[in-house]
């Protein structure tokens, strides 16, 4: 799966997105890595967008990390619900299958949303300025997918719970990272 992204760089706040390229040769590196370790993640050679906090990755759109959201983008369809939106790749790949009646992205950061907010809301997408454990949707929802780590490890677990409780009886379909 490839998903195109033609996104604002920027800073706001402590957020940050600018773009990196990886060359063959880091490609290759990734690659072998992946493959001797037995994960089937890889990454192409090219220039990408990265979300960062305080210098932190957060995320980018390699196709490593596309893969680990493809799933859920193939299954997704009718009303959607996004927590986090990042880069907006979800939200992109969404768009571009085009199974969407609509799709609602909860975003507690004002930084994340003033980077590229405005970018999706041109192309329809609801953005609500809420924390996802807190806001209380006024709708049901087909599918949800929640990504608000920036670290995925069963340190998460305890919050995934507390989402899916949240969310029992709003959502026919959640997944998570």
């Known amino acids: ?46 220039s990408y967008y990265k979300l960062s906090r305080k210098g932190y990755t957060i995320m980018s759109n390699t196709s490593a990390e596309i893969s680990d959201h493809a799933e859920f983008i193939k299954k997704a369809k009718g009303v959607v619900l996004v927590a986090g939106l990042g880069l907006g790749m979800v939200i992109q790949g969404l768009l571009d299958r085009g199974n969407c009646s609509k799709i609602v992205v909860v975003e507690k950061s004002e930084g994340v949303i003033n980077l590229v907010g405005e970018h999706y809301r041109k192309k329809g997408i609801e953005i609500v ?35 899916h409780r949240h969310f029992r009886g709003k959502i026919t379909k959640m997944m998570d990272w």
């Open 1 to 46: 799966m490839e998903i195109r992204l033609d996104i604002p760089t920027g800073k706001s706040g402590d957020w940050k997105i600018d773009t990196f390229t990886v060359d063959k040769e880091h490609a290759e590196r990734f690659n072998l890595g992946c493959m001797l370790s037995g994960n089937s993640r890889y990454i192409k050679e090219g």
């Open 129 to 163: 300025h809420d924390d996802i454990f807190s806001y209380k949707p006024s709708e049901h929802f087909d599918y949800a997918w929640f990504d608000i780590w920036g670290d995925i490890c069963g340190d998460n677990y305890p919050q995934m719970v507390k989402l």
